[in-house]
């Protein structure tokens, strides 16, 4: 059974380019989970979805970050016109569903460089 | 609001010394998790341990221990004859209740063990 994967494992853009972030969660899992992971700092949560909804978003930043999970094919992490402050790892996780959120498991992370 | 607490900011130690990892919470939440990562650096994010909040019982892993303490909110880990390999990143973290669809994260400890 494979676990959570991500790509890119590494990503490098220009300042003002835009970043796609892909997370395929574990098979059987319909919960994804994004956290952001700064320089020198713990994990910190940005958005849960389930199949095309949204249900707590209450970590993105209010512009240029937006994340989806459609019904066919993985989540996406999108970051418009990113600047360097979006230099960080990007974690995502998943769950069987939404009560065993405490459940999650984590992907290797994408680690965004941006220049 | 539910926080956790890594007061180590970062911990150096000789091989084969014991070494302890403090972590602190708070949450107003009856039910709740409390997890353990390991970082090491290559960057991904290994699952270590979690325990329910009705579970005080302390817990022993090869090398490894944890000590819950609900009347103290505390859930320190301790590494018995350390070895250089556990030079990590280590992460107290937090679920359930009012944010059981996220995971909160400690700042994190930065384990370094001296050959």
């Known amino acids: 059974n494979a676990g959570v994967m991500q790509n890119p494992r590494h990503l490098v853009r220009r300042r003002g380019q835009e970043a796609r972030l892909r997370c395929s969660p574990m098979?059987?899992?319909?919960?994804v989970y994004w956290y952001r992971q700064l320089p020198e700092e713990g994990l910190k949560f940005m958005v849960y979805l389930q199949k095309e909804n949204i249900i707590d978003e209450s970590g993105m930043p209010k512009e240029r970050f937006s994340a989806e999970f459609p019904k066919e094919g993985p989540s996406i992490l999108r970051i418009q016109q990113v600047v360097r402050g979006d230099s960080a790892a990007y974690f995502c996780a998943s769950s069987p569903t939404g009560k065993m959120a405490y459940e999650q498991y984590f992907g290797p992370g994408t680690r965004l460089t941006v220049t | 609001a539910q926080k956790v607490t890594q007061a180590q900011t970062e911990i150096s130690v000789v091989e084969k010394e014991d070494v302890t990892l403090d972590c602190v919470y708070e949450?107003?939440?009856?039910?709740?998790?409390l997890f353990w990562y390991k970082q090491p650096p290559s960057g991904e994010l290994v699952f270590l341990i979690r325990?329910?909040?009705?579970?005080?019982q302390n817990e022993i892993s090869g090398r490894y221990s944890w000590n819950f303490q609900k009347s103290t909110s505390s859930f320190n880990f301790t590494i018995t004859a350390s070895q250089v390999v556990d030079s990590a990143v280590y992460f107290c973290?937090?679920?359930?209740?009012?944010?059981?669809?996220?995971?909160?994260f400690g700042s994190g400890t930065r384990l370094s063990i001296r050959p």
């Open positions: 949450t107003r939440d009856t039910t709740y998790y």
């Open positions: 098979k059987g899992h319909s919960h």
């Open positions: 325990r329910n909040s009705f579970d005080e």
């Open positions: 973290a937090l679920s359930g209740g009012s944010s059981a669809s996220k995971i909160i």
